[in-house]
């Protein structure tokens, strides 16, 4: 048996949610003033989060605490780098802008926003090269109990256009309907095919 089924073992898919670019409607507005110079992707991987916690929210208040987030990027906050970037050689960078230039800013935008408090991780890859080694992560964490949740999500820039990002949440606890191997397998390759057009 190899290794990503024994990490499958037990792990269910709640619910998936995709996004292109930012919606505001669906994230707290004192929240978006508290990180408001985050990355637009970081904004996209927020919004696909949004609508995957969206249809289990009643579900998880208590877990959310204890709920991770695994993020796939192969360009990370590159557009909040380059401002920050041209600010300091024009001599006037604003330190306010730093936090949101960290690469681990695409999944703590979203910590911060929802409240999420288990393992988080950023990992500076494609989606069909970061997919694998996140869920593989995320498998770990919930078979030795470090989270009850976890989110997994991937983006990709479209050149001019919004990014598009797809998110995952997955759990240990039984659901009726999902669980089954074809059920994680179609959720991974889903989400490792986050479109780039």
Do not use: K
Not at 75 to 92: D, L
Not at 141 to 164: F, Q
């Amino acid at each position: 048996m190899s290794e990503a089924c024994d990490i499958d073992c037990g792990l269910s898919v709640l619910s998936r949610g995709e996004a292109r670019g930012m919606d505001r409607t669906l994230l707290d507005p004192r929240a978006v003033t508290t990180v408001r110079y985050a990355d637009e992707a970081a904004w996209t991987v927020a919004t696909a989060v949004a609508r995957a916690l969206a249809p289990v929210r009643a579900q998880l208040p208590l877990v959310l605490d204890d709920t991770g987030l695994i993020v796939a990027s192969p360009q990370g906050p590159a557009a909040t780098i380059a401002t920050v970037g041209a600010e300091a050689r024009a001599g006037r960078a604003s330190p306010l802008r730093f936090p949101a230039a960290n690469p681990g800013s695409m999944a703590g935008v979203s910590c911060i926003l929802f409240g999420l408090h288990g393992p988080a991780l950023n990992l500076l890859l494609p989606p069909d090269r970061g997919v694998p080694v996140g869920w593989f992560l995320a498998g770990c964490w919930l078979n030795r109990e470090a989270a009850a949740c976890m989110g997994l999500a991937a983006t990709v820039r479209r050149g001019s256009l919004p990014s598009v990002a797809r998110a995952v949440l997955l759990t240990r606890r039984p659901t009726r309907g999902s669980g089954t191997g074809q059920d994680l397998a179609d959720a991974r390759a889903w989400l490792a095919a986050c479109p780039t057009e």
